[in-house]
């Protein structure tokens, strides 16, 4: 899983192929080609903050793990 650096749980591998599954069925259209590779070019910058499946805790969202980390 490939996370945003600037917030390390952003799943941007999922959003990646999620929004070129809309754009395929063209439930996602960007028309004007600056706007478009503006937008793309989020998506298809490398990525350096990989997490492996095994290392991600599902039990709680993020935000409740950012709150006991202050509280700690």
Sequence with gaps: MIFQQGNPFEAIGAMT???????ETQRLLIIDTQLKSAF???FNQQRIFELKESEINYDQPW?????QNKEQ
Excluded at 63 to 67: E, H, V
């Design 17 to 23: 192929q999620y929004l070129r599954e809309l754009q």
């Design 63 to 67: 935000w409740l793990l950012r709150n």
């Design 40 to 42: 793309w070019a989020y």
